[in-house]
């Protein structure tokens, strides 16, 4: 029998060592399905409940394996359906491949059924390599191509196969005119910077004396060269979100999250510091970092299209984390001062004393803050957390220390709803041996998460540690757009837009045998998670939380936050004064120096 186009396609992908494809049948793909059907399932079709689901699952399975990842879908609207997905691993700098089917040649230009400009609406997101795929001769080069530059740029790619194509014999390129061979592979490369520039950064680093370290996801690679680093300069470290499980939070100068979800310490480390070094981030809101002309700076990064962003930085070393680190170190002294780090550590210590006191503060029925916190000091040291958009966000970046060989991610520049579940699944085909643990919010549960327990359903028994958990808070209100409206437009809850019906989360896993409890008393909080983490199958935590406990930024004043909560007085709701007056008490018993009447040592801290 001969060789297809796709059944040769498929071979290269097992050729670049891809084990699983994310994907949604569809007849604009058909003749790549036949092909599977061919080979076996290898590379394994990973059948997602809908394509958007299938490119989130792909970015969450390149973000926890550092593989490329791989999603297909039919033409049309099996294309559109996953641009979101796409568009989460382009802005977080994760390398995916997308493969998409399109009419029959024949058929372009005709306005047929399901025909829809590919090229055109692929160009944005997969701009570093995007190809229609005409002839059989344009393999191997197009996905040797596709595959190396999303490797290469750590962004998507994408083929388009049409219909007809994908069933036409294969035929190889030929030692012939405007042919174009190719070879499988990419060699390894470790960018290090000139030592001129080297030594200017030495300078300003030397020269300072309260040095600040911003790491995100780029640094990932040089744990043990960041906290050499860190000690050399008697420096505090913050993390960008994508970069939280860069450095553990076990160690004392290290101030946790940055930006609007992040810590005080963190936030105070930017605003007293007198030099800056950024390492492998792009965090964009430079409202965080120091102030203009107050310190000196120095920038890492791989990619030169992203140096000089953000901050006035007065060197910029390109190159790679750990290597551009191990080349700098030798030329940095030691600073015997420890005043500086003193400071940072304090703060550091009181944080998590804030964070223990705003975890017990009283809620109606649980403080969701508690339902995070409580699961601090029961995480495996081999987990995997995915937190969803929304206002898990926060209590993911605030609650949860990071340690061991944790991993951690979330949608961290597009910030959009929806893939935590997904996240996690892609996260158990990369690490089958791993538990894992999805923080979603209702919102984001009833958009796209229901759907997709019916993937762990499908697969979970295939993993070698069955262990996925989705924790639900369900405060039946879009809270973190509705503390946004209050925060930021003076407004009251719009209830039309904000409340969402209650829906039995847990009920609905053990109905597909899944297993899962609903959680509507403090109390059961931390047993809920041990049964959880015992379990032999998935699990769904559906926590009943308060939608009146606040995301409280991190640099807030209690009369900032106050004029927010007041905004509830806009409504014509008989009882907004009595609301407002509790979402005060509880702001008043979350900030540093108020001790809540139910403080006690160690409250929270596996109980």
Known sequence: ??????????????????????????DGINGLLAAWGRAGDDPMFVQARHEEMAAFEACGYAKFSGRVGVCAATSGPGAIHLLN?????????????????????????????QEVDLLSLYKDVAADFCE???????????????????????????????????????????????????????????????????????????????????????????????????????????????????????????????????????YELMQKCDTFLSIGSSFPYSQFLPEYGQARAV??????????????????????????????????????????RDEVESGVKRWWEVMQRRANVDADPINPE??????????PDDVMLTSDSGSAANWYARHLRMRGAMRGSLSGTLATMGPGVPYAIGAKFAHPDRPAIALVGDGAMQMNGMAELITIHKYWQQWRDPRLIVLVLNNRDLNQVTWEMRAMAGAPQFEASQHIPDVPYADFARSIGLDGVRVEK??????????????????????????????????????????????????????????????????????????????????????
């Open 1 to 26: 029998m001969s060789t297809k186009v796709s059944d040769y396609l498929l071979q290269r992908l097992r050729e670049w060592g891809v084990e699983h494809v994310f994907a949604y049948a569809g």
């Open 85 to 113: 997905g796409l568009y989460d691993a382009k802005l977080d700098h994760v390398p995916v491949v997308a493969i998409v089917g399109q009419t029959n040649r024949s058929a372009m230009g005709g306005s047929y059924q």
């Open 132 to 266: 229609m795929v005409t002839v059989p001769e344009q393999l191997p080069n197009v996905l040797d191509r596709a595959m190396r530059t999303a490797y290469a740029r750590r962004t998507v790619t994408a083929l388009i196969i049409p219909g007809d194509v994908q069933e036409l014999d294969y035929s190889p390129p030929t030692h012939a005119f405007k042919m174009v061979p190719s070879s499988l592979g990419m060699g390894e490369y470790t960018p290090v910077p000139a030592r001129r520039d080297l030594e200017r950064a030495a300078d300003v680093l030397n020269a300072g004396e309260k040095v600040a370290i911003l790491v995100g996801q780029g640094a990932r690679g040089a744990r043990e060269e960041v906290e050499r680093l860190a000690e050399l300069l008697g420096a505090g470290v913050a993390k960008a979100l994508l970069g939280k499980d860069v450095l553990s939070d076990e160690l004392p100068y290290v101030t946790g999250s940055i930006g609007l979800l992040g810590t005080r310490p963190s």
């Open 299 to 340: 920038q890492i990064d791989i990619d030169p299209f992203m140096i000089g962003l953000r901050y006035p930085f007065e060197v910029n070393l390109v190159g790679d984390a750990r290597a551009t680190l191990d080349a700098l170190l030798p030329l940095l002294k030691h600073k015997k001062a420890r005043k500086w």
């Open 370 to 379: 508690y339902a995070v916190h409580a699961l601090d000091p029961l995480l």
């Open 522 to 607: 403090p109390e059961d909080v931390e047993p809920a998670w041990r049964q959880a983490l015992a379990a032999d199958r998935p699990f769904v935590l559906d926590v009943r939380t308060d939608p009146d406990v606040p995301p409280i930024p991190p640099h807030a004043t209690l009369d900032q936050i106050e004029a927010a909560a007041s905004a509830i007085l806009h409504g014509d709701s008989a009882s907004a004064g009595v609301i407002k007056q509790g979402v005060k008490a509880k702001i008043q018993e979350m900030l540093p120096g108020h001790r809540h009447r139910n403080d006690r040592p160690g409250a929270g801290e596996g109980q």
